[in-house]
């Protein structure tokens, strides 16, 4: 059975119609990316100086469940005040949401850990490394732009909240801007929600960041885990109340097959293949896409069209 579609915020994925993007959750960075990154602790072993924060100052956990509860329910609340602002259009593509439910409960969870240890770790602590080197490059403008234009906004959006970080005497101007720069990373991972997801991204960002520089990165982890689980919870809900599980699969199925039929209609010959060998043995270019980026209109869709038809076609007759 080939790959089901998944959805963001209720569109659907068709397949090999969209280029392939690694993720596991939001997180879509790239190996080289990450192998750049494990290089940030060998920095800081040569010069121990450098970043105002220890390695692992953050891995660990303190305060009890309730401190973490107060930071966490508020960013718990608005997530699911927008999950619910969304069911119209979970709503009509109840089949995808049933269909991918349990494969969409583990990817959430497991990007809980995994977005936590790239986000709130090391894109945190390679900001804290390059701010200050890009500050010298350009004569002093970074520090300027964030004190006066992106910090005191961030501050004010945040209710003072993490007042302390943004501007503190203790570890300068660059620790804030590291926040910023990382939820900005964080925000724009979350594209494919749509404008307010792309928002709301930021601000959940900053919240875990307060519950990380409070009560740790493991703390962290367990918020981002569960906040995922109870907006899948809330989406499978509101897609339950529409269909059963086995009409969702039904319908997933006629869809898969009309696809099917396209692609032999758009490239004579393909009929012998079937879907799940063509998404197997195709080159990553034309391989399936966990997510999408943005809403695939008419004109959009024809143009993908028309460059997966060449890319199929050059890879049949190169076999």
């Known amino acids: 059975m080939f790959p089901i579609h998944k959805f963001a915020w209720g569109q659907p994925i068709f ?16 190996c080289s990316s990450i192998l750049f990154l494990l290089f940030i602790p060998f920095i800081m072993l040569i010069w121990p100086g450098l970043v105002p924060f220890g390695l692992f100052q953050f891995w660990g956990w303190s305060g009890n469940l309730h401190d973490i509860a107060i930071l966490f329910w508020p960013m718990l609340i608005i997530g699911l005040l927008i999950t619910s602002i969304a069911a119209p259009t979970i709503r009509r593509h109840a089949d995808i949401v049933l269909v991918n439910g349990r494969k969409n409960l583990f990817t959430g969870l497991g990007a809980g850990p ?3 240890l790239i986000y709130r770790w090391l894109l945190f602590y390679s900001a804290l490394i390059f701010l200050p080197l890009a500050n010298f490059i350009t004569f002093g403008l970074v520090q300027w732009l964030y004190s006066t234009v992106f910090g005191p906004l961030a501050d ?6 993490i007042h302390d970080y943004f501007f503190s005497n203790r570890y300068g101007w660059v620790v804030g801007a590291a926040i910023l720069s990382s939820c900005r990373n964080f ?23 307060m519950i990380m520089l409070h009560h740790g990165l493991f703390a962290a982890m367990l918020a981002h885990s569960l906040y ?4 899948l919870t809330l989406s499978w809900l509101i897609a339950r109340m529409c269909m059963t599980p086995e009409e969702a699969r039904k319908r997933v199925q006629e869809k898969m097959e009309i696809q099917r039929q ?6 004579p010959g393909i009929g012998g293949l079937s879907q799940k060998t063509i998404v197997d043995q195709a080159p990553p270019h034309a391989s399936p896409t966990p997510f999408l980026s943005k809403s695939i209109d008419a ?6 069209s028309a460059r997966l038809r060449q890319r199929l076609k050059h890879w049949l007759h190169s076999k």
């Open 262 to 267: 396209t692609l032999q209609q758009l490239i």
């Open 187 to 209: 925000r724009d991972g979350h594209s494919y929600q749509g404008i307010i997801g792309w928002i709301w991204s930021w601000f959940g960002g900053i919240f875990l960041f």
């Open 299 to 304: 004109t959009h869709e024809r143009s993908r």
């Open 228 to 231: 995922n689980l109870c907006l």
């Open 156 to 161: 004010l959006f945040t209710f003072y909240q």
């Open 15 to 30: 397949l090999l119609n969209v280029r392939v993007n690694l993720r596991f959750g939001c997180c879509s960075l790239k």
């Open 114 to 116: 995994l977005e936590e």
